[in-house]
């Protein structure tokens, strides 16, 4: 391929970038890179033809095309190409990549061989099941994946779901000053067994429907009240939203969502209702039918 040919490639290429045609973008780079692996300009291509391919949710080929970006990139100063790489390999659990690409990011990766399990903080994330979207809370257990810890109202979602979000912040949660990210989901990594459920509880004031939530979660249960659901537009979802801690008006009955065995959910219901002398009960609980 003559240098002039490539050139023409590649304004095509960026023509259909701009017009979001992904799968074209990449295969022009692609037809490029063949030829031109290693200019200096290359490593953009690389990126570009990666780039692409994760937004067409196709992650061996993001990964391929994601090792060839990487390693034509400045380790150390926040180069997304490894970024985009981590995200990759994870989904590929290539963890000796992966771990690779977090630290040639700028990340400190907590030592060790396989799978990353540390403590990244919490964060937010957007699940997408069928159009259907809901923002709960994770546990970061590395740069790209967390553990959902709210009981999900979506259909088919589930509370301790290990999740693959984006590495971009789409809107943020304030909770008592401090600013948390909300990233929108990529795929569901690791599937629940805790099934959903729905009970209907009567409770005297916000400190029992805080107990009941307490209770569920010692047990490594969720328990997620109605009063806690805070429906947004897509706007406000994805802007600054402020919210409290708090599992919201816990006077009167009220629907509760909650993640647990049914025996199990049934044995913590009582117990919940017998320790307050009044204004504690429950009634209606029923397995949510599972849509995914």
């Known amino acids: 391929m003559e240098k002039a040919e490539a050139r023409e490639l590649v304004e ?7 017009a979001e045609e992904w799968l074209r973008a990449a295969e022009l780079y692609e037809r490029v890179l063949a030829h031109f692996p290693d200019l200096e300009v290359s490593a953009v291509w690389w990126y570009d033809a990666a780039l692409a ?41 290539d963890w000796a990549t992966a771990r690779d690409a977090w630290s040639g990011f700028g990340i400190r990766i907590p030592d060790g061989e396989g799978q990353i399990d540390g403590g990244f903080g919490q964060a937010c994330v957007r699940l997408d099941t ?13 740069p790209t994946r967390g553990r959902i810890v709210n009981v999900p109202v979506t259909g088919g979602r589930r509370y301790g779901e290990v999740v693959v979000h984006d590495g971009e912040p789409k809107g943020e949660r304030v909770v008592e000053g401090s600013t948390y990210p909300v990233f929108d989901e990529l795929l569901l990594f690791e599937s629940s067994e805790l099934p959903t459920l729905e009970v209907t509880v009567t409770a005297g004031e916000a ?27 897509a706007c406000c979802s994805e802007g600054t939203h402020e919210q409290e801690r708090s599992v919201g008006a816990g006077a009167g009955a009220q629907q509760v969502s909650l993640a647990a065995p049914e025996e199990e959910a049934r044995r ?10 009044g204004g504690r009960s429950w009634s209606g609980l029923a397995v949510v039918e599972d849509m995914s």
């Open 268 to 277: 913590l219901l009582e117990r919940w209702a017998g320790e307050a002398a």
């Open 207 to 233: 400190a029992d429907l805080e107990a009941l939530v307490e209770l569920f979660t010692d047990h490594d249960f969720g328990a997620e009240p109605a009063s806690s659901v805070r429906m947004l537009c």
């Open 12 to 18: 095509r290429a960026r023509g259909a970038w701009e």
């Open 130 to 142: 069928g159009g259907e979207r809901e923002v709960v809370w994770i546990e970061r257990l590395c």
């Open 53 to 93: 391919h994760k937004f067409l949710r196709n992650w061996a080929k993001a990964y391929e095309l994601g090792r060839e970006a990487a390693a034509r990139s400045p380790r150390g100063e926040g180069d997304p190409a490894y970024w985009n790489l981590g995200i990759a390999a994870t989904i590929q659990r």
